[in-house]
């Protein structure tokens, strides 16, 4: 059974930093995508930044600069450095692991919440 437990999320002031981590376990089969989305109220999920196995990155462009994504292949955790949070980075943050090539699979966490006040 594929799980995904989020950590780190919570209540800051703007400029202020978290770091979000993310452990999946039950994952068989490697070469995915690991990623963080953030969805706030009214809108669609959208990709904050996401990491290959091979450790290449993107990011949204409203983050750039401020966050880093990494991940540890050893044990399956992906983690966000968010550095100067700013009050519209505020959301419910996601972590994503998916698959493309067979055999495929797109797997969610439980969603942290992330809250940035002036």
């Given at each position: 059974?594929?799980?995904?437990?989020?950590?780190?999320?919570?209540?800051?002031?703007?400029?202020?930093?978290?770091?979000?981590?993310?452990?999946?376990?039950?994952?068989?089969?490697?070469?995915?995508v690991?990623?963080?989305?953030?969805?706030?109220?009214?809108?669609?999920?959208?990709?904050?930044?996401?990491?290959?196995?091979?450790?290449?990155?993107?990011?949204?462009?409203?983050?750039?600069?401020?966050?880093?994504?990494?991940?540890?292949?050893?044990?399956n955790?992906?983690?966000?450095?968010?550095?100067?949070?700013?009050?519209?980075?505020?959301?419910?943050y996601?972590?994503?692991?998916?698959?493309?090539?067979?055999?495929?699979?797109?797997?969610?966490?439980?969603?942290?919440?992330?809250?940035?006040s002036?």
């Amino acid at each position: 059974q594929v799980q995904l437990v989020e950590s780190g999320g919570g209540l800051v002031r703007a400029g202020e930093s978290l770091r979000l981590s993310c452990a999946v376990s039950g994952i068989l089969f490697r070469l995915n995508v690991m990623g963080w989305y953030r969805q706030v109220p009214g809108k669609q999920r959208e990709l904050v930044a996401s990491i290959t196995d091979d450790g290449r990155t993107n990011y949204a462009e409203t983050v750039k600069g401020r966050f880093t994504i990494s991940r540890a292949n050893i044990n399956n955790t992906v983690y966000l450095q968010m550095n100067s949070l700013k009050l519209e980075d505020t959301g419910v943050y996601y972590c994503n692991v998916k698959r493309l090539h067979i055999p495929a699979y797109d797997f969610w966490g439980q969603g942290s919440q992330v809250t940035v006040s002036s």
